[in-house]
């Protein structure tokens, strides 16, 4: 598990120490000092590649996020369903729904991702907002919305078991298909 969820404040840790170390050997001109120097860079590297190579869950949450936004912009049924849990049976059919009555005109911006993980990881709340153009019912416009999606891990993956729309000022819960 990776101590922070960034690789930015070990490397700029790394950073410091590397330039102290140089300042030293240029006022020493002793090779301890640029010895040093070059291990905190090869440091401040490795730990780029760490980060790079550890998913957090997440990041896995807010990747399927992107997936089912994409899916669902694409008009993918099965796609988009795959992204919800099997047991939300209406929440299923509210999708199927939506898919067939909403068209995204472009592509949808998420802004504002916040995701909040509980319960040792196995349930997580993604908080987001999803700006762009649409048609719904036959009239087309543009509107930010904001959403709150929650999450369970069931057998390895991360499903969607609740989804509410809220007010993009006031954050109360909105009907997920009104205007």
Known sequence: MWVTETAIPPMIICSIVAVVLFVQFYLRHQIKYIVGCLVMTGAIVGFYFLEQSIITERERVEADLYGLISAFENKEVEPTLSYFSPR????????????????????LRITDVMTELKSENSIATTHFRANGAATFGGISGSSPTRWELT?????????????????????????????
Not at 151 to 179: C, D, F, Y
């Open 88 to 107: 939300a049976e209406g929440l299923r059919r509210l999708v199927r729904t939506a898919l067939n009555l909403v068209t995204i005109n472009g592509q």
């Open 151 to 179: 999450w369970q891990k069931m057998g390895g993956e991360w499903k969607v078991t609740k989804a509410s729309r809220l007010n993009p000022i006031t954050g109360e819960t909105l009907h997920v298909m009104s205007r």
